[in-house]
């Protein structure tokens, strides 16, 4: 089994910065695709940046220049910089993975649990 644990959420300024973090434990041969997303009340989870395994990177437009995804292969961990924070960007955060368990197997994706992000003053 695969667990992805979330951490770096809270509560920061208009302006202010968060790192969220997430890393995958478990039975883990590779990991292609790492992503954050994020689902405001009553909308749909969104794309909020996505890199490959070989660090190709892609973002939504909206965080573009704001946003920086990253990750730690060696450590199973992908972050996501988020400097000059709007209230706009207030809602809850999740990673997923695209993991493969062996060799030979077929890659699955996990989702970590989500953690809240809130912009205010």
């Known amino acids: 089994q695969v667990q992805l644990v979330e951490s770096g959420g809270g509560l920061v300024q208009p302006g202010g910065s968060l790192r969220l973090s997430c890393s995958a434990s478990?039975?883990?041969?590779?990991?292609?695709?790492m992503g954050w997303y994020r689902q405001a009340p009553g909308n749909e989870r969104e794309l909020v940046a996505s890199?490959?395994?070989?660090?190709?990177?892609n973002y939504v437009e909206s965080v573009k220049g704001r946003f920086t995804i990253s990750r730690d292969n060696a450590k199973n961990t992908v972050y996501l910089q988020m400097n000059s924070l709007k209230t706009e960007d207030t809602t809850v955060y999740y990673c997923k993975m695209n993991i493969k368990g062996g060799a030979s197997e077929y890659a699955v994706d996990y989702w970590g649990q989500g953690t809240q992000v809130t912009v205010s003053s």
């Open positions: 478990g039975r883990i041969f590779s990991i292609n695709r």
């Open positions: 890199i490959t395994r070989g660090g190709l990177t």
